[in-house]
Every structure is written in structure tokens, then in C-alpha cells.
């Protein structure tokens, strides 16, 4: 078992760290050679990660191009930065050389504009210089920017021989073939083919005949989103990209499909905690501090509204001072429902599967939000019943408690719904804007029935 | 613009769905087969979902099992269930029989106990049988739980030739060809080769000859985050799962890994928003509230705890009612500041990078927390003082503000560190728990600090 584990996962180490800086510092080539030879591009990416500055360029002046240019793209966004700044447009123009289209024009896409220009100019090779060219003036959020131009083709009238002879020269290019394309003479896509439907036909069959026309594409300015929906929903692979007249033009695959999922997954979550902008816990104290100060200053002013609220009731509740001492509860149970109540819609949202009317829905919130408020009013009376003795207080409370829980669970329905609408991101609503908007609302309500019931 | 992006995602319409519940009033199969034999299973799974059970069941029976098995790992759990009640054992099992192993073991381990064995027992292909009650026997969350029997295996001893001839065979039950496994004589995997190498190799070569030994793979029993980690670090899009003896047992692909992410990712959002097991916005009232419930009860719990706190301190600031009015504004910031900083750790824990010591990482925290705090509290004291017009109190309330923030940051990092050093899944620690205790220490803290400042 342990063997197997060792395996899986790549543990960096303390003592691999330090192996590495020791044979640095004796400037010890081969044995660095042999050491990181072994490794995959990404682990020594992550052993990059920790390194100082100057270790991490000499490990990549070391490697050659074609390892270091993957080791890249693995690299730490801060990390890379500093090292590009490190080489010349010439070096970088080499590694640059070594990658595939979507990634070589995200690495430029990254570098000063100035140096993106000396860069491009140094690239040799004219077909690959066009390609990235093409790719850089895509939106980085589109099926443009995030597909590649390597991709495998072969025209309907070639013959299942012809063919195989073409794709041994174009596979060469492409490191993962997953299907083969196939276009008409205005480079229209057709339909599609498998390695394995070529292998299993007859050599002298043409392509038409064993082409399948049901083929699904992206249009190169639909929203990665979207495309990233359409390729989960049909357990895709690889799906091509074709422009407004059908005209193929690259191909997105499964792997960069992952890392946005796993990218927007991960502003999401930081959304509902409070974090804008997509930072990462080792980012810069500046950097976290302008991720978080907006919406902690939000709920600044939500708690200064709630002061406010608390201060105009101060009069008439002087007689009832134990009122004050549940507003946390209030705006807490407040809070919590909100969050709640939109996390599943804004996930619903996000998978497309809200459906029916919107008053529906808030119906059946205000049922849920009534009974969980009920079960807990129940416990709140009990207690305050018990420890007060004041049966009048404690049922004002607890009403009061009902009501605030299921005007939370519609704010928390209705504002995510309304902001897609809106063409906003649902997203924003889970979390601080909801529990900021439920403290105030909450504790304005729970004084305006405790008010009415105690009849004041 | 507008064509390509009716294509890019299926709209389920009302006049779709009543369409197809005319035509099968009218019992019109003909029409029927016609209208559907154009979607994707996956869009026929989401009419049916849309439909009466009966209406469902009958499309069912009506297209054949290819189709119908395909659409039925996509329907919604609970209609797939309430559809398969309404099938007899033979149905069901002429329905797996068309599935890979993997969704043929999943569907089959969805059904009640009894009923399993009268399914497997009418599957009558022995070899699928026994595969997919193989796969039956692994937990749910390990790779053996993932994994499907269908992959491509040549033995290194083969030839180039002979490998494709017998690939031909081979590949007609595996949906894509990946990579094809190199196995010796023990059915070990000692290599992998893709069809690409196969083309491009001369005939009479040995595969021992063209495999590339250099082959990932995970262990029958390793836990699928794990392997979902691997695979999306490595960027690979199918892995082979072998046993101790490193004896190849099936493979994973990308797509199982993809939803495998989604859950999860959707999982960690829920427990932050305080929403416990995987429940989606369509299921019953009852499933929603036993759901939400336990945390709003914590809540509730930390309310009472903060209500105890307050009325504790009554005597000693019975000249200061202000700081009352305050209490919900520093529940608020304690709260988001615990989960802020919680949610930092907690993915950067699901992402295994959070290295270095526990102490730079809470003494950051504490710095970042102290900038923000002190940010915070000078817009306080001036609208404290501004309002009220004392400056004791204006600082009394704004230092206690800082240091609850320094608190809140502080508990809000130790306590998914804590959880994960533990075992425990450090994600519900964002949300209600840190929330709910941050606002018991929070108001404990502001009231001791603003006596001490106060002194009283």
C-alpha cells in the first residue's frame, strides 16, 4: 500500500528542497540532471515554487527548453512573472517555440505589452507566430481564448489511406488526438472521426462514407461557461471551435475545461466567504487586504445601521432591556437563512436547473423558512419562558423570531434570482451582501412585532 | 450569432414538453421516435425529468435500450428510481447490459438489496456479469468505486500487427481509446502506448519496443480525491487502476473525474453556506429542512450564548447602553472575518498547498487581520464620536473592534488547521461554526476590553 501511495501523490520535502539549493551551490549539472530528470514538469514546477529567485532561473537555464517551457506554464503566476523578467526575448521566444498555441499565448498574454511584441519577433518558426497571434486577440473568457490551433484535419474527399498517411505528419504536432476532424473544401466542419473508426475501415474507403456528420462544436465567441456546460452535459473530451461560418478553427480539450471549472468553483466559494478578486493564501498582505476590506467594510456599515435601528428603539423599549440582548441572535439566525436560502439557488443557477416560476419557489421557501423557524421559535420561547418568566416577552420574541427567519429565506431566494436576471452573478448575493442586508432588515422587523405584540 | 448559440445549449421549452406529452396521449410513436431520435440522451434525460412518471416510463419502453440505457444515468436520481420501480428485473437488466461497467455497477448499487441479485442473476453476458459484480464490491469512494473494466490491454510481447488486429476487437467495447495498457505475461502494467504510437510504428515491431514505461497509475483502494488530484495535475484524461501486486484492474476517465470535482466543489460551498448533506433546490421540504436545520440550531445556541454575555455585563454598563447597540455590528465583523480567513485555508488545503509552519501562517494572519481592523476602526471612532460626541467610549468600542478582528482572523485560520491535522474535513469549518463561535468570543472580548478601556 504504502509503495502505491508514495506514488500518487508527489510529496514535496524539506530534504528535497535543500538537495536541490546543496547541488545549486556546487553547481553540480549532472547530478541536478539526475535528480530532476526523474521528475514530472509539475512537480518540478512545484519545487520551483519554493526555491529562491536566482535557484529557480538556474534550474531553468539548466533543463532544456522543451521540459522548462511545461515547467512554465506549471509555475506559480507570481513565480513566473519573475522569472520571465529574468530571460530575453530571445530565451523566452524558445520556450515559447516548445508550447502549444492556447498556452504559448497565454504565457505572452501575461508579459508587459512592450515585451510581448520583442517576444512575438523573435518566435522562428512563421506558422506557429500566426497561430498564437490569432489566439492573442481573443477574449480570454471566450472559446477563442481558450482553444488551441493543433488539432487534426483531413478533408471529406481523401480516401481512409491518404489519410493515415496525412495524420502521421499532423499528429505529430498534437499530443493528445481525440477526434479527427473533417471539413469540406471551404474548411466548413463536417463531421468528425475516431482514430479507431480509421482503423477499423477499409483503406481505400473514403472519408465521407465513415465520417460521423453529428458532430458538436463551440462558436469562437461563446462564453467559456457555456462551453464548459456543453462539454460536462455530453461527457466531451475535445470539442472543435468554428467561427460564425462554420469555418473550423481550433479545439478546446477536457484538461483546460477542469481548470476553469475548478477556477470558477473557486471564486464562488470565495464570494459567499467574502473575498473578491481570486487570491490564494499565500498571496501578498496587500493583495489579501483588497480582497477582503470591501465587504468587511459593507458589514461595517450594516452594523452601523443596526446601531441606528437599535437607537430609535431605545425609548420605547426601556422597559423591556432584555430585547436588546437577543438582537445577535436575531441577526444571526437572520444571516444564516439568508445564506442558505440562496446557496441553493445560486447553485441551481449555475447548473441551469431552476426551472418553474419564480413565485413558486418563493413559496416553498416561505414554507421551509416557516417551518425551521417554527422548530426554533419553539426552543427560543421555551428559554426565554423559562429564564425570564415573562410569557408576553418570550412569545414576542419567538414570533418575531418566525418572521425574521422567513423574510431572510425570501431576500435570500429573491436576490440571486434577481441579479441573474439582471445579467449580474448570482454569486455575489451568497454571502456578506445577504447576511450585511438580513442583520438590518432582521433586527428592524423583530423590534417592529415585538413592538406590536407587547403593544407599545 | 444567435444560431450558434441555440446549438451550444439545448433549451428545454414548455412547448417542447407538451409536445411530447401530446403526441404520447395520442400514443403517435411513430412522431414520437422522430421528434426524439434527434436529441442527445442527455437532453431526453432532461425532458423526461420534466415529465409524469407515466408519460416518462413510457418513453422508456418505447426507444430502444441503447438509448433508453444512456438516458438513464442521466435522469435525476429520483426519477431514475421511481422509473426503475416500474421496471421488471429483466427490463433492468437488459438496460445494464448495454452500459459501460462502471454505470451499469452504479445503477445497480442504487437499487434496494433484493432487487440487485434478480437483476444481476438476467444479465446474460457472463463476463459483464462478473465485471460489474466485481466492481460492485468496492467502496463507493475509492478508485475500484470509479473505475470501469473497459479499457485496451496488449501484452509487450505482441507485435505491431498483431496488437492492431486485436485492438480492432478490443476497441469495439471501449467508447474511447485513451491510451492502450502494456501488460506482461502476469497481467502486470509495465506500459502504456497510445494509437498514435501504434500508427506510426513499422509493423513487425515489438510493443515492448514502442511502450513507454513512464505510466501513471493509481491504486485500486486510493481515495478518489486523490486520484482526481492526479489526474487533473497531470493533465491526463484516463489512468489505469491496478492492485498491490501492480496487476491491471480497469481505468478511470476524466469525465467520471469531472463530476467526481462538481460534487465536491458543490459539497464544500453548501457546509460553507451551513447546509449539510448534498441537497439540491428541487428536493422536498423535508430533505431542505433536515438539511439546514442542525446549523441554524447552532445558531441559535451561539445567539443564546451571546444573550447570556450581554446580560452578564448589564450591571457594569448600565451608564453605557450605547455599547449594547453595538453588539450586532461586532458579531457581524467577527463573523466575516473568521470566514474569510477560513475559507483562504480551507481551499488552500483542498488544493495541498498550504505549506510551512502553523505559527507564520497565524502570525500573518494576525498582521492582515490587525490592517484591516485598524482600517475599520478608524471609521468607527469618527462616527462614534461624531454621533455621541465621547471620546471614551468612541475608543473604548473601536480598539475592542480591532482586537476582535485580531481574534476573529485568528480562529478563523487555527480551526480548519486544527480540523484537517485531526482528519476531519476542514470545509465545515467555514460557515456556521466559525461564524457562530466568532460571535460568542467576539462580544465576549468587545465587552471586557470596553470595561478595561471604560474603567469600570
Given at each position: ?16 528542497i ?16 539526475h ?30 527548453s ?12 507570481d ?120 482503423i ?54 477536457i ?28 498571496d ?10 470591501p ?95 415573562d ?49 438590518i ?16
Open positions: 500500500m504504502s509503495e502505491e501511495n508514495e506514488k500518487i501523490l508527489f510529496e514535496l520535502s524539506d530534504e528535497l535543500s538537495q536541490v539549493e546543496q547541488l545549486i551551490v556546487e553547481k553540480n549539472d549532472k547530478e541536478l540532471h535528480l530532476l530528470d526523474d521528475f514530472h514538469y509539475a512537480d518540478i514546477a512545484e519545487i520551483l515554487d519554493e526555491l529562491d529567485l536566482e535557484d529557480a532561473i538556474y534550474i531553468i537555464k539548466l533543463l532544456d522543451e521540459t522548462t517551457s511545461d515547467i512554465l506554464t506549471e509555475l506559480d503566476e513565480i513566473r512573472e519573475k522569472v520571465l523578467k529574468n530571460l530575453s526575448a530571445k530565451e523566452i521566444a524558445e520556450e515559447i517555440e516548445e508550447l502549444d498555441t492556447d498556452d504559448a499565448a497565454d504565457m505572452i498574454a501575461e508579459l508587459p505589452e512592450d515585451r510581448q511584441k520583442a517576444v512575438i519577433s523573435q518566435i522562428e518558426d512563421e506558422e506557429h507566430k500566426a497561430e498564437i497571434q490569432e489566439l492573442l486577440a481573443y477574449d480570454e473568457d471566450t472559446a477563442g481564448g481558450l482553444m488551441a490551433k493543433e488539432l487534426v484535419k483531413v478533408y471529406e474527399t481523401w480516401t481512409v489511406a491518404g489519410c493515415m498517411r496525412r495524420i502521421r505528419g499532423q499528429a505529430k504536432d498534437v499530443t493528445r488526438v481525440h477526434s479527427i476532424y473533417v471539413v469540406n473544401k471551404e474548411e466548413k466542419l463536417i463531421g468528425r472521426l475516431s482514430l479507431k473508426d480509421l477499423t475501415a477499409k483503406s481505400e474507403q473514403k472519408i465521407a462514407e465513415i465520417s460521423n456528420a453529428n458532430v458538436d462544436s463551440v462558436n469562437v465567441n461563446d462564453d467559456v461557461e457555456d462551453v464548459a456546460k456543453v462539454m460536462q452535459k455530453y461527457d466531451l473530451e475535445a470539442i472543435p471551435v468554428v467561427d460564425d461560418n462554420q469555418v473550423l478553427l481550433g479545439r478546446i480539450t484538461d483546460d475545461i477542469v481548470d476553469v471549472m475548478k477556477e470558477e468553483a473557486e471564486k464562488d466559494y470565495q464570494l459567499a466567504a467574502g473575498i473578491t478578486s481570486d487570491v490564494e493564501h499565500d501578498s498582505i496587500f493583495q489579501l487586504t483588497r480582497a477582503r476590506l465587504w468587511l467594510f459593507l458589514g461595517l456599515l450594516g452594523g452601523v445601521g443596526a446601531f441606528l435601528i437599535m437607537e430609535g428603539f431605545q425609548e420605547s423599549f426601556s422597559k423591556y432591556a432584555v430585547l436588546f440582548f437577543f438582537t445577535p441572535l436575531i441577526a444571526a439566525m437572520a444571516g444564516n437563512v439568508g445564506v442558505q436560502s440562496s446557496a441553493i439557488i445560486v447553485q441551481g443557477l449555475a447548473n441551469d436547473d431552476v426551472k418553474g416560476s419564480i413565485n413558486s419557489r418563493l413559496l416553498k421557501e416561505m414554507f421551509l423558512a416557516a417551518l425551521n423557524g417554527f422548530i426554533l421559535a419553539i426552543f427560543l420561547f421555551l428559554f426565554v419562558w423559562a429564564t425570564k418568566g410569557m408576553n416577552t418570550a412569545l414576542a420574541i419567538s414570533i418575531s423570531l418566525v418572521a425574521v427567519i422567513i423574510v431572510a429565506g425570501l431576500i435570500g431566494t429573491f436576490v440571486p434570482l434577481f441579479l441573474d436576471k439582471r445579467g449580474i452573478d448570482p454569486a455575489i448575493a451568497t454571502g456578506p451582501f445577504i447576511t450585511t442586508s438580513n442583520d432588515f432582521g433586527i428592524l422587523i423583530y423590534f417592529w412585532i415585538a413592538k406590536m405584540i407587547l403593544g407599545i
